[in-house]
C-alpha cells in the first residue's frame, strides 16, 4: 500500500483567487481520490479520478490527473470561505492519507 | 437516510484505562474502517472490517481492536490507554470504493 503526499502543507488566499494543490506518488494506481475536512471533523468526498482519465469537474472543482508524473492537482476556482479546510488524496481505494494541505481562504 | 454516526463525541479518559468507541454505517454500507487523527496530522488507517472480520491493519499495536457485528455496525476497543492515544477517531463506511466519514469521537487520555 502507499500513500500520496499533498503539497504544499499549507495555502492562504483571498476570497475570490484560485487554489491549486497537489499530490503526488510512487507506484501506479487504479484511482485517485480527493477529501475535504472542515476543522476538526469527519472528511468528506469530493471526487474519484480513475487511472484512465485526464480531468474531471464537479462545481467549482477541477481535478487531474497525469500518471506519467504520478501527480493529481485539485483546482478550487472562485474560492469561498467556507472551503477553508484541509484536503486530502487517498490512493486505490486504500485508505492511507497524508498530512493534507491546510487551506485558509480570507473574507 | 442517515448518514455515518459516532458515539460518544467526546471522551476523557485517565491513562491504563479502556475505551470503547462505536460506530454505525451508512445504510447498506457492509465495511468500517477506522482511523486515529492527531492534532495537525492526517488521518492514520488502524484497520478495517468486512464481514465481521478485520480484512486489513494498520501499524496499531494490538492494544487496538475491533469487531463488527452482524448488522455492520463496528466498536473500537483500546485497553492500557496512553497519553500519546489522545486523538480524534474517524469511522468511515464504504461498499466499493468512496468511504463516507463519521463526524469522530474526540478522545482525551489525562
Known amino acids: 500500500s502507499q500513500q500520496g503526499e499533498e503539497d504544499p502543507q499549507a495555502l492562504s488566499i483571498q476570497e475570490g483567487e484560485n487554489a491549486t494543490m497537489n499530490c503526488s506518488y510512487k507506484?501506479?494506481?487504479?484511482?485517485l481520490q480527493w477529501y475535504r475536512q472542515n476543522s476538526g471533523r469527519g472528511l468528506v468526498h469530493l471526487i474519484l479520478?480513475?487511472?484512465?482519465?485526464r480531468e474531471k469537474h464537479s462545481g467549482r472543482l477541477r481535478v487531474t490527473l497525469d500518471t506519467s508524473k504520478k501527480s493529481s492537482s485539485l483546482l478550487i476556482t472562485a474560492s469561498r470561505a467556507a472551503d477553508t479546510a484541509s484536503y486530502f488524496c487517498?490512493?486505490?481505494?486504500?485508505?492511507?492519507f497524508g498530512a493534507g494541505t491546510r487551506l485558509t481562504v480570507k473574507p | 437516510d442517515a448518514g455515518v454516526t459516532q458515539s460518544p463525541t467526546h471522551l476523557i479518559k485517565t491513562r491504563g484505562q479502556q475505551v470503547t468507541l462505536r460506530c454505525s454505517p451508512k445504510?447498506?454500507?457492509?465495511?468500517v474502517s477506522w482511523y486515529q487523527q492527531a492534532l495537525g496530522q492526517g488521518p492514520q488507517f488502524i484497520f478495517q472490517?468486512?464481514?465481521?472480520?478485520?480484512?486489513q491493519r494498520g501499524n496499531f499495536p494490538d492494544r487496538f481492536s475491533g469487531h463488527q457485528f452482524p448488522n455492520y455496525s463496528s466498536e473500537l476497543n483500546v485497553n492500557a490507554l496512553l497519553l500519546g492515544d489522545s486523538a480524534l477517531y474517524l469511522c468511515?463506511?464504504?461498499?466499493?470504493?468512496?468511504?463516507?466519514f463519521g463526524p469522530g469521537t474526540r478522545l482525551l487520555v489525562l
Open positions: 468511515a463506511s464504504s461498499v466499493v470504493e468512496t468511504q463516507y
Open positions: 507506484t501506479s494506481i487504479n484511482n
Open positions: 479520478i480513475r487511472s484512465n482519465e
Open positions: 487517498a490512493l486505490n481505494n486504500d485508505m492511507r
Open positions: 445504510s447498506g454500507h457492509d465495511t
Open positions: 472490517y468486512y464481514e465481521e472480520e478485520e480484512r
